[in-house]
């Protein structure tokens, strides 16, 4: 797959936020009111210090069946800096990316979209590369504050910057901790909300595009794929 190349990447953290301050202006949030037929799912994870491996599976909708999956190895040189991930993980997704044969609809990060401090978290950096619709759907809070929704699943609550409300927060799974949605580019809060519930099957915490682009960084980190 093809992408927009936006910046160079060989940057320091203050001229990194300078990027991010200017990209989101860029950031179209906007309803998606189709289904998709193919969603795909990103995970990035570390197995050295200064390794990082990121993975995409394409996945049939809403059958979840696997289409395609592709990864990349490669060297990280960007430092940790919560806020700037993008700049560490950015790269190796992009090289994963050209990859792909499967052109997908929908595209989930693992990681943030709108819910960011400058409003750019990885969804939303990213969408702007490859010009699809992006979520950001994260395990934790990054940024925002909210009211945890009740222990029932699908209940779910907004998550505010003051008062604009940057994403939401959706309880999968009763007893588990929530989920924090939030939209990345040509998407808004509530086509992510109601693609993420659709994307996550009963008794799992994560949708199933994340959960299984992570299962599969697992099993490439140990050697089995």
Not at 187 to 206: C, H, N, V, W, Y
């Amino acid at each position: 797959m093809n992408y927009r190349k936006l910046h160079k990447w060989d940057l320091s953290p203050e001229e990194a936020i300078k990027v991010q301050n200017e990209l989101r202006k860029k950031i179209k949030l906007v309803p998606y009111e189709r289904e998709p037929e193919y969603v795909a799912g990103v995970d990035l994870s570390f197995p050295g210090k200064e390794e990082g491996l990121a993975v995409i599976v394409v996945l049939e909708y809403p059958s979840f069946k696997i289409l395609e999956v592709v990864s990349e190895r490669g060297e990280i040189t960007f430092p940790y800096i919560p806020g700037l991930l993008a700049f560490r993980e950015g790269p190796l997704f992009l090289k994963a990316w050209e990859k792909l044969r499967t052109k997908p609809d929908v595209v989930v990060f693992d990681g943030q979209g709108l819910a960011h401090p400058r409003k750019l978290g990885i969804a939303s950096h990213m969408g702007l590369f490859i010009e699809i619709p992006t979520i950001g759907v994260a395990k934790s809070r990054l940024y925002g504050t909210f009211k945890m929704p009740e222990d029932k699943r699908c209940s779910w609550s907004y998550l505010y910057d003051g008062e604009e409300i940057i994403g939401c927060v959706i309880r999968t799974k009763e007893g588990s901790a929530p989920i924090f949605v939030s939209p990345g580019h040509l998407m808004d809060i509530e086509s992510s909300k109601r693609l993420i519930k659709a994307f996550t099957l009963p008794g799992r915490r994560i949708p199933e595009p994340t959960r299984l682009a992570h299962i599969y960084t697992q099993r490439l980190k140990k050697g089995l794929f």
